[in-house]
């Protein structure tokens, strides 16, 4: 029981995301942008609050930027701090970016002389820094997606198709065209199928001036979707995980994948 | 070449003469304020339908001159109803819609109602959409209804409460 107990709030500490005390998020400057170049620039960071740099940075290693023709963008000017993580992006093409980390990697934890090891990294790094013949080894892959989009112009899809892989925010309403009052209706992938009775959680930003966060608890349906009537405009973050046995994964036990998605409402 | 120009100058005068019985007139008030930092507003006039699409664009005021941030589209965005329904898909700037901001006071416009932006229009209801927004100011948006097509005199009006004035719109019957 203890054991159990243990791993899984070591499953917990070892996905930020999925943590039910941090949120880890990239917060874009704005979401809505005209003119031939206008420059997004966004912040990335784990916190306890919404969007507080309170915590840790958001490394940036695994920045993938999709520009509305499907090609990867590159941000500029990326920096780390104490707290936050920033970097730049001229918003050359017109229509939607789809701005993420994504991190693809393990987890490890097993006994040596008598002590607990833990271990995390990437897929291929297992085989030459996790001992196979540990006592009680458990591996588990690791797949997270933090994310956010933004849009020069006119909303367009391209940049919005499922890589199908982990879980995916589909939008039915385009991410970039949500106002107060409004209800919008997305879709969630797994490894991109529909995936029914996700748990999602929605948090308004600006969580330090309310004394509760004000959590809106939300499941998918049959085809995946899911509906978020707005109450008001601002910055709003979608968090939600999920766990299956399909990894490639040599000797794991199974994957665990995170989502986090930061989505601007704007008012009438 | 001088007859040519004096031709010209004649033929555009009566044109404008002859347009008169049939244009849509309207004033459209912004108001004077006595703030420390004042911008000119954005404002974009256009037609909505019962669905809140828009079905024709009528002006948009913005700064046209270029400042260290460029042109002045990167704010085209702060008009948001109207940004939502039609700016978003068009590229500024369009013939005929968009033109300079203005300064306080009262502006008279004319909308010739042979334009087929709305002369094509299906009869049905529709809102007149007045929307500004200033920078380091606010955002106000007003609406007029009215009907399509025109069986008589449509005088409408709305007053605004902070960016925008008066604004009037007299619509002639439709021939």
Redesign the interface.
Known sequence: MNRLLLSFVFLLAAVPSASYAHKVWLLPSQTVFSGPEPWLTVDAAVSNDLFYFNHFPLRLDNLVITAPDGTEAEAQNQSTGKYRSVFDLPLTQRGTYRVAVVNDGAFASWEENGERRRWRGSADAIASEVPADADNLRITESFGRVETFVTNGAPSQEALQPVGKGIELIPVTHPNDLYAGETATFRFLVNGQPQKDMEIVVIQGGTRYRNSQEELNVTTNEEGEFQITWAEPGMHWIETSHQDDETKIENASGRRMSYAGTFEVLPQ | MLNRIALMLGITLLGVCQATAEDWQATVEIPRLNVSEYHRPYVAIWIQDENRKCVANLAVWYQLTKSGE??G?????DL??W??RS???LQMPVDGVSSATRPAGKHELMFNDANQRFSKLPAGKYSLMVEASREVGGREVLELPFEWPSKTTQKLKAAGKEELGEITFVIPPTK
């Open positions: 460029g042109e589209t990167k704010w085209l965005p948001r109803q940004w939502r700016g978003r898909s």
